[in-house]
């Protein structure tokens, strides 16, 4: 059945005493036509915090890191000298009390189920993994694993398991030669928060299917991605697409107040545009409010967005490969990492395949076969006249340090 999204701001959910019992409103992210009501007082759980501390940064004093432990969550929390005091989650900013205690509700459930599980992973549903400042990568579900893969690849009736050595040859002969498919037959569903401008590289890849929170439909919370001082850098001089030194503190800090002044002051731009305070009523009456597809125009791309994200293993790997990578931006490198980890968990026999094959190989062309051979042989060779560029000439002596000056005339 179809269900029409309701009009914001809400309406009213008559209790046994034919009052109002509960406002009631879609839930965030949700599109037209599969609408769930959920009491306003949750879906408005996040409003008017400032977990980002656009407002709090200034004068707050030199920063402080340790490790804390809430419950099942253990975060290294970060905060300025000087700072007033915060409830309790706070500290986990990105979750409000009725977040993790559905969290923690879905984590305490167990349903009894004939499909192959993987002991690891099922330890990690629904767990947090903590990324960047105030993001994460959340499983939510999966489907098959290592067993699954080999079950695949042999057709099999059963399990499809001989023994442990078998199946671990079976999976890295599958991805030496790149048999993909059996591969394809595990899949994941991740909940993901990150910056939008993470997003966008992430969304390029093309191969999975997403959900994301909806700003036409929803108010964007007051979350920005802030970098580290540490990991603010000046441009690259030797790649265009890359960061160099890092600033020092005092620069650093600077670099910070100017992210933090226009986080802020976007974010009341919107607020003001939506004429909407915290609990969804309307600010002014005289002024008109903005729709919500419009009013998100000039928020900047460090705000944070959510999205359920499914793949299969395959294209999962493809991802990470590419984004696991030195060469992808630090912030998708922080969430590809954060993946690898639980990949690690769900397939460790693919995972390990996967470094040895994909993550950790190099790929040769014919010319620098040629070169290699020709330098191992001892006869002399012009790595030029076999036909490689000076950038690929590095890279080979960068891949093979010990022959170096061979190739570089050195
Ligand atoms: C370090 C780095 C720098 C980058 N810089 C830029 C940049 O400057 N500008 C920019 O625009 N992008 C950039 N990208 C994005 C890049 O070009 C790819 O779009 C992105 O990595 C997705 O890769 P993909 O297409 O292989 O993945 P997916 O979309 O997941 O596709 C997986 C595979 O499926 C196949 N496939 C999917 N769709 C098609 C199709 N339509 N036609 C044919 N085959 C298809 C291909 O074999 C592809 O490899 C960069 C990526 C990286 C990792």
Redesign the pocket.
Known sequence: MRVEPVSFPSFGCTGPRGRIAKILVETPGTAPGSTTLIPRAVYRHSQGADPSGTDRYRDDGPRVQDDVEIGWIKKRRTWYARQRSYPEHEWWPMFSNDQKSAIEAARAAWTPTRRLVVPALEDAMYEPVSVLDTGFVRLVDYMGGDDGIVQGARVSYGKGTKSTSDDRGLIRYLMRNRHTSPFELAVIKLHVRAPIFVTR?WF?????SINEYSARYSVLEKEFYFPRPEDIAVQSASNK?GRGTSLPPEQARQVLDILRDDAARCYDHYLELLNEDAAGGTVDPARPSIARELARMNLPVNIMTQFYWQ?NLW?LL??LR??A?S???YEIRAYADAILGLVEKWVPLTYGAFCDYMRDAALLSGPALRVLRAVMAGTPVDPKAEGLSRREITELATLFPEIAPRLTGG
């Open positions: 590289q390029r890849h093309r191969t999975a697409q793949i294209n493809h991802f590419l984004r990578d060469h992808a931006q």
